[in-house]
């Protein structure tokens, strides 16, 4: 008797794309990161500069309930002191956009959003997230840093004398990703690595994340 097929696990990969379209490919097995090279339109580049050249604090949290695939996700009182400046109609659209795109294609009922307002690497060390999958943008400075498989061995995430110095991918500002991370059914291990940048003084970043939760 034939001993039974084992199954193989997808070799590990990162894809990208210049239209919205890649964001799918985060769903085929083995892909831990999908990323779309999009360049933010003019009127929403200056409304993060113009918020981050007040600098005043922001770190926003809410959650959104959709409850069928037509709703408008309610983003009233997002950013809410800043509906005067110039351009907020504008970014408000574009998160509310990323919001329904995101949960047409995971089929999310239930999504966390977080818009912050840094002066500091929220997570400075490489690592994974416990979560199954997160949508990270930059309206503002720098992007996230990443890194492809086997360039940092798993086991000493979180170790500064660990970390490498080559290999370490850029997100740009406006791209946008998605990162697939330990509780996505199929990828328990292979969290895709990253960190936060670190900035410079007098240097700030506008980052907005997106969760699944149901």
């Known amino acids: 008797m034939l001993a039974p097929m084992m199954k193989l696990r997808p070799v590990i990969r990162q894809t990208s794309g210049e239209t919205p379209l890649a964001l799918a490919d985060i769903l085929e097995d083995g892909v831990n990161l999908a990323l779309w090279q999009r360049q933010l339109p003019l009127h929403i580049v200056e409304f993060g500069q113009l918020l981050i050249s007040l600098n005043e604090p922001l770190a926003e949290s809410l959650v959104i309930e959709l409850n069928s695939e037509n709703a408008e996700p309610d983003l009233q009182g997002l950013a809410s002191r800043c509906r005067d400046l110039e351009g907020y109609d504008g970014f408000i659209a574009d998160v509310s956009w990323l919001v329904s795109a995101f949960a047409c294609l995971l089929g999310a009922k239930r999504i966390g959003v977080r818009l912050r307002l840094l002066d500091k690497a929220m997570c400075p060390r490489f690592h994974v997230d416990h979560v199954p999958v997160r949508l990270i943008t930059t309206y503002a400075g720098i992007g996230s840093q990443w890194l492809r498989e086997g360039v940092m061995d798993r086991r000493h995430l979180g170790q500064t004398s660990a970390e490498p110095e080559d290999g370490i991918e850029q997100v740009r500002c406006g791209e946008v990703v998605l990162l697939k991370g330990e509780k996505w059914h199929g990828n328990e291990g292979f969290g895709l690595i ?21």
């Open 194 to 214: 990253h960190r936060s940048p670190q900035l410079n003084a007098n240097e700030r970043r506008l980052i907005l994340t997106l969760d699944w939760l149901a």
